[in-house]
């Protein structure tokens, strides 16, 4: 093994060209660590040991080879060796420093001190050296186990909890935390998935409504992370086989965010899912969710009514709570007294007055509604209309003079009315009181760095249309996604709504009253200038926002 720390390469060259010279993906530009490469997630732990040992001439080890030698890790802190990132074990010629990253030439220098001889010096994937690591924190406590299927936990599992507290504040885990945060941030992420499965701990988040790996980590690992999370949302640690629910605060540079923590018990161990809600006061404007037009005009014209419903409706994860919030904050104003209850509260508006539920003390939308209804409200919010007696007292309030904003989970806005009906409304009163119903949907946006002019697309559009009696848009800009690094490669960033506005009024009206058929309430509407989420997306596709392909997914 060689003795000396060779950085004569890194002279004429970074390690991010010479990754990119071996045809590996790397976003990073200039002098970066190697670490903040593997924390990127682009390379693969291995691929960039063997890249980094290469680099500075280091003989790569082999995790199979050191894994049974005696580790010479007594009297050095445990907390220097994984924030470092070192290992030093004995080898029949000697002493034998393990590393990630050959270039901590002080790090190296003071195990080979504490060691008291010349160790030779070799290279380890950052991956294998934690788990390494985590290894002997399980040999000297019995932290790790397996839970069973009837959620029993072997004996030994966690014992010791206070160092599991050590390990979770320990700066490596904090770092791996905070690092994470910054990732999903600047990614765009809503939720952060945190999986433990039988052979590694999986990183996932959720970008632009669907899931991307980010990174593996060794399972080992595992109690650390999950505890490092149920300590920032105010969870028990040592509770290991019930669902837990917290939430906190995180700040990222300049950007503050409300995480809203679910940890879940399963085979492998537990699982924390962390769905992030960015504090923008930006967001909460129409123009950027993609209201427009005719959709636009109709939802500010419900909300000018002094009293009634208005229904916002879609499927979990179609930006009905951001609509409403945009809804609301428009309404408020100090003659107005706006009172809200959800589940949670996701938009923190300065003077509103905002109610969580809390079932387990009997606070539920139906108690806190009762309860609006003597603080004397104009405008009231319901998270959402989840059973008949919520919608009930929602119908009632609006006939008496308040105006209330609520969401339904439906398909489309003509479903809404026939969903408040299956509750045991009564058509009449539905018809009294519903003012409208605005139907949504989300779809990705296409990258503005990386999109192409989609010609062969037209004659698809124009196809749809015909099928669909529905008129095309005179001028067609259709684009299709590429894929950059702006994008990750997808091709598309961000979103944008879809939307159909539904007025009840006039021949809807009528027919709500007589016979809430939701395909008759549609032909009435479309008769009366509606226009649908598919014609919407049609549009929407021909400017170039999206594409067609998107379009087809979600609102076909």
Same mark, same amino acid.
């Given at each position: 093994?060689?003795?000396?720390?060779?950085?004569?390469?890194?002279?004429?060259?970074?390690?991010?060209?010479?990754?990119?010279?071996?045809?590996?993906?790397?976003?990073?530009?200039?002098?970066?660590?190697?670490?903040?490469?593997?924390?990127?997630?682009?390379?693969?732990?291995?691929?960039?040991?063997?890249?980094?040992? +290469? =680099?500075?001439?280091? !003989?790569?080890?082999?995790?199979? +080879?050191?894994?049974?030698?005696?580790?010479?890790?007594?009297?050095?802190?445990?907390?220097?060796?994984?924030?470092? =990132?070192?290992?030093?074990?004995?080898?029949?010629?000697?002493?034998?420093?393990?590393?990630?990253?050959?270039?901590?030439?002080?790090?190296?220098? /003071?195990?080979?001190?504490?060691?008291?001889?010349?160790? +030779?010096?070799?290279?380890?994937?950052? @991956?294998?050296?934690?788990?390494?690591?985590?290894? &002997?924190?399980?040999? &000297?406590?019995?932290?790790?186990?397996? $839970?069973?299927?009837?959620?029993?936990?072997?004996?030994?599992? =966690?014992?010791?909890?206070?160092?599991?507290?050590?390990?979770?504040?320990?700066?490596?885990?904090?770092?791996?935390?905070?690092?994470?945060?910054?990732?999903?941030?600047?990614?765009?992420?809503?939720?952060?998935?945190?999986?433990?499965?039988?052979?590694?701990?999986?990183?996932?988040?959720?970008?632009?409504?669907?899931?991307?790996?980010?990174?593996?980590?060794?399972?080992?690992?595992?109690?650390?992370? %999950?505890?490092?999370?149920?300590?920032?949302?105010?969870?028990?640690?040592?509770?290991?086989?019930?669902?837990?629910?917290?939430?906190?605060?995180?700040?990222?540079?300049?950007?503050?965010?409300?995480?809203?923590?679910?940890?879940?018990?399963?085979?492998?161990?537990?699982?924390?899912?962390?769905?992030?809600?960015?504090?923008?006061?930006?967001?909460?404007?129409?123009?950027?969710?993609?209201?427009?037009?005719?959709?636009?005009?109709?939802?500010?014209?419900?909300?000018?009514?002094?009293?009634?419903?208005?229904?916002?409706?879609?499927?979990?994860?179609?930006?009905?709570?951001?609509?409403?919030?945009?809804?609301?904050?428009?309404?408020?104003?100090?003659?107005?007294?706006? $009172?809200?209850?959800?589940?949670?509260?996701?938009?923190?508006?300065?003077?509103?007055?905002?109610?969580?539920?809390?079932?387990? %003390?009997?606070?539920?939308?139906?108690?806190?509604?009762?309860?609006?209804?003597?603080?004397?409200?104009?405008?009231?919010?319901?998270?959402?209309?989840?059973?008949?007696?919520?919608?009930? %007292?929602?119908?009632?309030?609006?006939?008496?003079?308040?105006?209330?904003?609520?969401?339904?989970?439906?398909?489309? /806005?003509?479903?809404?009315?026939?969903?408040?009906?299956?509750?045991?409304? @009564?058509? =009449?009163?539905?018809?009294?009181?519903?003012?409208?119903?605005?139907?949504?949907?989300?779809?990705?946006?296409?990258?503005?760095?990386?999109? %192409?002019?989609?010609?062969?697309?037209?004659?698809?559009?124009?196809?749809?249309?015909?099928?669909?009696?529905?008129?095309?848009?005179?001028?067609?800009?259709?684009?299709? !996604?590429?894929?950059? !690094?702006?994008?990750?490669?997808?091709?598309?960033?961000?979103?944008?709504?879809?939307?159909?506005?539904?007025?009840?009024?006039?021949?809807?009206?009528?027919?709500?009253?007589?016979?809430?058929?939701?395909?008759?309430?549609?032909?009435?509407?479309?008769?009366?200038?509606?226009?649908?989420?598919? @014609?919407?997306?049609?549009?929407?596709?021909? @400017?170039?926002?999206?594409?067609?392909?998107?379009?087809?997914?979600?609102?076909?």
């Amino acid at each position: 093994m060689g003795e000396e720390i060779r950085l004569e390469s890194a002279a004429d060259l970074s390690l991010t060209d010479f990754l990119r010279m071996r045809g590996l993906p790397v976003a990073a530009v200039g002098a970066v660590t190697a670490q903040a490469i593997w924390r990127q997630g682009d390379i693969g732990a291995e691929e960039l040991a063997d890249a980094v040992a +290469a =680099f500075h001439c280091v !003989p790569r080890a082999s995790r199979d +080879a050191v894994v049974d030698l005696p580790a010479l890790t007594k009297g050095l802190s445990r907390r220097f060796l994984q924030e470092t =990132f070192l290992y030093p074990v004995r080898t029949a010629e000697g002493a034998l420093v393990l590393t990630a990253d050959p270039t901590q030439a002080e790090p190296i220098e /003071a195990v080979r001190l504490a060691l008291d001889e010349r160790a +030779a010096l070799a290279v380890l994937s950052f @991956e294998e050296i934690a788990d390494l690591l985590t290894r &002997d924190d399980t040999a &000297d406590h019995p932290l790790h186990g397996e $839970v069973d299927l009837d959620g029993a936990t072997d004996v030994g599992l =966690f014992d010791d909890i206070e160092t599991l507290q050590d390990l979770a504040r320990g700066a490596p885990v904090v770092r791996a935390i905070d690092d994470l945060f910054t990732r999903a941030l600047d990614a765009g992420a809503t939720d952060i998935h945190i999986e433990t499965a039988r052979e590694e701990l999986r990183i996932r988040f959720r970008i632009d409504g669907l899931l991307r790996l980010q990174q593996n980590m060794p399972r080992g690992m595992a109690p650390a992370v %999950i505890s490092r999370v149920k300590i920032l949302a105010g969870l028990d640690i040592a509770e290991r086989r019930l669902p837990q629910d917290g939430r906190t605060t995180i700040r990222v540079g300049s950007v503050e965010a409300d995480l809203r923590v679910a940890v879940m018990p399963t085979l492998y161990g537990e699982t924390a899912v962390l769905r992030i809600l960015v504090q923008d006061a930006q967001i909460l404007n129409f123009g950027r969710i993609g209201i427009a037009g005719r959709d636009r005009a109709a939802l500010e014209a419900m909300l000018a009514e002094p009293h009634g419903v208005i229904i916002v409706t879609g499927p979990t994860g179609s930006g009905k709570t951001t609509t409403l919030a945009t809804a609301i904050s428009l309404l408020n104003d100090p003659a107005r007294k706006i $009172v809200t209850v959800e589940d949670p509260v996701e938009y923190q508006i300065p003077g509103i007055h905002q109610t969580q539920v809390k079932p387990a %003390i009997g606070l539920t939308f139906a108690s806190a509604l009762r309860s609006f209804l003597r603080h004397d409200p104009d405008v009231i919010m319901v998270g959402e209309m989840r059973d008949r007696e919520t919608a009930s %007292i929602g119908i009632q309030a609006a006939l008496t003079g308040h105006l209330v904003l609520t969401t339904l989970h439906t398909n489309s /806005a003509c479903d809404a009315v026939v969903r408040l009906a299956d509750m045991g409304i @009564e058509p =009449f009163l539905i018809a009294s009181a519903l003012r409208g119903v605005l139907g949504q949907r989300l779809v990705r946006r296409l990258c503005a760095r990386c999109r %192409i002019s989609d010609e062969r697309g037209a004659g698809l559009l124009r196809e749809i249309c015909a099928r669909r009696g529905i008129a095309p848009p005179e001028r067609l800009h259709l684009h299709a !996604p590429v894929g950059c !690094p702006s994008c990750g490669g997808t091709g598309y960033r961000g979103r944008v709504g879809l939307f159909e506005a539904l007025p009840v009024d006039g021949a809807v009206r009528d027919l709500v009253r007589r016979e809430p058929d939701p395909m008759r309430i549609l032909e009435a509407a479309r008769a009366g200038g509606m226009t649908t989420m598919l @014609e919407d997306g049609i549009g929407k596709a021909a @400017e170039g926002l999206i594409s067609l392909e998107e379009v087809m997914r979600v609102a076909a």
